[in-house]
């Protein structure tokens, strides 16, 4: 059988630390590698960031092994998550197989009480307040009601949660009932769950538009000064930008430790650009599968366009359609509003969106920085012709 690395991780909590040891113990009877602090990871030099040197440990596994009881652990204001839920994460990222097992009794509240509390509580905040919850303000709404068994941290709730919407199964874990490890992990590693270690980490590339950095300077620098007098072809304008605007992942940041995929999005598939007059904004140029009518009224709220034109000079927003399953990011830039649409992945939907806007947002900027950055000042410079 291959040797397998495998990470046990939990709380430090007294009424874990006898199954921790023992099944420590039996994976190393089996033959394989178990990974624990107080084993063979730590503790490390004062001068080492466990957080960081534990993460790192977790990408070297096959298999992450976590147990969940009351307790939630030390929790990291930066990334707004608990170190363990930092661990979970990033074994998901690295696609590791991951086997939870929680408290019979912490899951039973969970599907039974917490979760429709936590539905209702996120829809209700989604529709007030246009993004998703923090997890403090989840903890904050769940220590309100009474239901909530006081005696359980809060944030073991919403690190529940968050596996629901991973879709990541949670097995039963009861403490006075010991479970045959031997039978359970040679069950798994004999259908060839990762038994081989997974392939390194592919190094992260280097900032391909980093020889452009001093040719953009001087772009930046002369476009201003100038007085664009308007369009010669305002569609092929639109079309040339529409070719090099590029989809790419969606990734969202936990402090300064970590960062997670949460998704894509594809190539730009249209444009539309308009500019304002008197009241309404009015269509100048659209390329690709555009749509868009010939003009707006300015009181037309359900506008990406009008929205966008009404938060003022130089702004930009992202916004999301899941009828459509597209994203739209919205530039205003003196008298123009341009949209860029941009087509997402299938399981996108507006809960997932307004969670993950933010993110969102700072994908496609980062991966379009000159494009984007062309597009205010050549827009912007027409306002003075």
Same mark, same amino acid.
């Given at each position: ?105 912490? @899951?039973?509240?969970?599907? =039974? ?8 509580? *996120?829809?209700? $905040?989604? &529709?007030? !307040? ?125 402090? @300064?430790?970590?960062?997670? =995929? ?8 249209? *444009?539309?650009? $308009?500019? &304002?007059? !008197? ?107």
């Amino acid at each position: 059988m291959a040797r397998t690395k495998i990470f046990i991780s939990s709380v430090n909590e007294d009424g874990l630390k006898p199954l921790r040891k023992s099944v420590y113990q039996e994976l190393h009877a089996l033959g394989h590698e178990p990974m624990m602090w107080e084993e063979n990871i730590g503790p490390w030099l004062a001068s080492a960031d466990p957080v960081t040197l534990c993460l790192q440990a977790v990408e070297q596994c096959d298999i992450y092994l976590l147990f969940i009881s009351s307790k939630a652990g030390t929790y990291d204001k930066a990334a707004e998550r608990t170190i363990t839920h930092l661990e979970f994460i990033k074994a998901q990222e690295q696609e590791i197989t991951i086997l939870v097992f929680a408290d019979v009794e912490v @899951k039973r509240i969970f599907f =039974s009480t917490v979760k429709p509390l936590l539905d209702q509580y *996120i829809d209700q $905040y989604i &529709s007030k !307040e246009e993004r998703f919850p923090s997890p403090l303000h989840m903890m904050d709404a769940l220590r309100k009601h009474k239901q909530v068994p006081a005696h359980i941290d809060p944030y073991v709730w919403y690190f529940l949660y968050d596996m629901i919407l991973r879709n990541v199964y949670v097995d039963d874990l009861s403490l006075g009932v010991p479970i045959d490890w031997k039978s359970y992990f040679s069950d798994l590693l004999r259908r060839g769950s990762l038994l081989l270690p997974l392939e390194e980490s592919i190094q992260l590339s280097g900032n391909r538009l980093e020889q452009l950095d001093e040719a953009f300077d001087l772009i930046a620098g002369l476009i201003p000064q100038m007085q664009i007098s308007g369009f010669r072809d305002a569609e092929k304008f639109l079309s040339l930008i529409k070719d090099r605007a590029c989809g790419g992942m969606i990734e969202h940041g936990y402090g @300064k430790y970590m960062t997670e =995929s949460v998704g894509s999005y594809g190539d730009c598939s249209a *444009i539309t650009l $308009y500019v &304002s007059q !008197e009241d309404q904004l009015h269509l100048v140029a659209k390329c690709g599968k555009a749509q868009g009518p010939p003009y707006y009224k300015l009181d037309n709220k359900s506008s990406y366009a009008v929205l966008t034109y009404q938060m003022g000079d130089q702004r930009e927003q992202v916004f999301f359609t899941a009828a459509k399953n597209m994203f739209y990011y919205c530039i205003r830039s003196g008298p123009y509003v341009i949209t860029l649409h941009y087509p997402a992945e299938p399981d996108w939907d507006y809960r997932k969106f307004i969670r993950y806007k933010e993110s969102v947002n700072h994908a496609i900027i980062s991966k379009n920085p000159v494009i984007i950055e062309f597009i205010k000042l050549s827009l912007g410079g027409m306002q003075r012709g």
